[in-house]
């Protein structure tokens, strides 16, 4: 069938006075064909009218639609168990002419961006050689909407401590920030809403508050919005990973940024201009850092175990040993595992991120060998008790000696009388009782409590019967037995 341009051709000539033999001569097409335009008289082509094979199956595959949930591949299946014979093929173009579960493409947009207006995020997971090993690491980048600026780092996983890590170096890397930072709808940012109605975890607003922007969502499925850093991570694992192996962790992103520095000295051919040279003017729009940038880190508390370790993400770290059972606190770094006991830091490790199972020992955490576990000293009741009185100390001795697990108790209570009762009653006692080898309290009690009735609860009587102290007549008088 000959095409528009065709036929117009052949209408022209015509009216130009041309005979039907030249202009088929011309055009090299057949003198029927010159014939049959010119009988049309018309330059476009008529439609051509075929039956189609799954037109008879119309209704039926408009219900079997719905049963299927629109999965196409069902309805075929279903048709041929009915009897119908028709390809797939068939039945998938039938339909997309149709519009029978497809919806009519709507064409792209494009966004335009001033400079310094805003800057997008997102990770993509990629496979890494790190060691002779192929490790599956997530790739975090932020570009700049207006220059194309780039800047991407490898983690091992992707949370709100490594998102923060991530953004402040990327953040240092441009030296500013634009005035807002377009995401997907990530849990690492979002609290709850998508789109515009988004809103971000209180911890990730107060920090992009710090740095002057604030998060954005595109709509659910508008995946377009986001091109700007969508689009470049198919290059970056096709190029920049592609015949490349590190050595470590801190290797690779030391590569990344080396990367990053070349691509972005680039020209680029859509830009007319390297990202780097278009970057100045997103620099003088920018918002300049802070005066002060915090250090990202993430808090764990922990128990020191008995073999005076902390375990954090599956490894673990020492810790002097005098700490063993006491609560500390943890603040995981980029690359660093710092202890804290207060706020006097006990230990600081280099942090193990590509492997599990792992102690990291400092030696000045372990006591020196040989000398072993050392023998505690005197109790702070003990030594007060001796304070106040230092002529226990023989009882004391011998006290803990007899009971070496609840001294402890012992000398509470007997910190107690010491403090209640009458020094002399007390250590006339107390001197009986280390005579003996009696170390029951409520007995020494009883006896210090007989001693004091007899010294100090004595009632006189005046020869008129009163009571020499009040004058005053005494109904009873008791005496000691």
């Known amino acids: 069938m000959l095409d528009q341009a065709m036929r117009s051709a052949i209408l022209l000539l015509h009216a130009q006075s041309h005979s039907i033999r030249a202009i088929a001569r011309t055009l090299k097409v057949s003198r029927d064909t010159v014939k049959r335009v010119l009988k049309a008289g018309n330059h476009e082509p008529p439609e051509l009218l075929r039956n189609e094979k799954a037109e008879i199956y119309q209704d039926e595959i408009q219900e079997l639609l719905n049963v299927c949930k629109g ?226 880190y993430q808090l764990h508390h922990r128990i020191v175990d008995v073999e005076g370790y902390v375990n954090v993400l599956n490894n673990r770290y020492s810790v002097p040993y005098e700490l063993i059972g006491r609560r500390v606190e943890v603040r995981e770094t980029r690359g660093r595992i710092q202890v804290f006991e207060g706020h006097k830091e006990v230990a600081n490790h280099a942090k193990v991120l590509l492997s599990r199972e792992q102690r990291v020992t400092e030696p000045s955490h372990r006591p020196p060998r040989g000398q072993g576990h050392q023998k505690a000293g005197p109790c702070r009741e003990e030594i007060e008790l001796l304070k106040i009185e230092p002529q226990l100390q023989g009882y004391v001795a011998a006290c803990r000696k007899r009971h070496p697990g609840r001294q402890l108790r012992l000398l509470k209570r007997l910190l107690v009388m010491v403090r209640d009762y009458p020094r002399q009653s007390l250590l006339a006692a107390i001197r009986t009782a280390k005579e003996y080898g009696m170390f029951d309290l409520e007995r020494l009690e009883t006896m210090v409590l007989k001693r004091i009735a007899t010294d100090y609860f004595v009632m006189e009587v005046a020869e008129n019967g009163s009571c020499p102290a009040t004058d005053r007549p005494l109904i009873t008088h008791c005496q000691p037995e």
Request: proline content about 5%; hydrophobic content about 40%.
């Open 71 to 296: 999965n196409l591949v069902r309805v075929h299946e279903k048709l041929q168990d009915r009897g119908a014979e028709l390809s797939y093929q068939a039945l998938t173009g039938f339909c997309r002419r149709h519009r029978i579960g497809f919806e009519a493409p709507l064409p792209a947009g494009r966004y335009h961006f001033d400079p310094g207006e805003e800057m997008q995020h997102d990770t993509s997971p990629h496979r890494v050689m790190i060691g002779g090993k192929l490790i599956l690491m997530q790739c975090a980048s932020l570009v700049l909407c207006y220059s194309r600026m780039i800047f991407i780092q490898y983690y091992p996983t992707f949370n709100r401590f490594w998102c923060k890590e991530f953004l402040t170096e990327a953040l240092k890397f441009f030296g500013g920030a634009c005035k807002r930072c377009m995401i997907d709808n990530t849990h690492v940012v979002v609290l709850q809403g998508t789109g515009a109605a988004m809103i971000p975890v209180t911890e990730m607003a107060n920090f992009s508050e710090h740095f002057g922007f604030e998060f954005k969502a595109h709509e659910k499925g508008d995946a377009n919005r986001s091109a700007r850093v969508e689009r470049p991570f198919d290059y970056i694992e096709n190029n920049f990973l592609a015949g490349r192996e590190f050595k470590d962790f801190d290797d690779l992103n030391a590569q990344a940024r080396t990367w990053c520095e070349t691509v972005n000295a680039k020209h680029k051919r859509s830009l007319q201009a390297s990202p780097g040279e278009l970057f100045l003017r997103d620099r003088s729009a920018m918002k300049p850092l802070p005066i002060w940038i915090p250090p990202v």
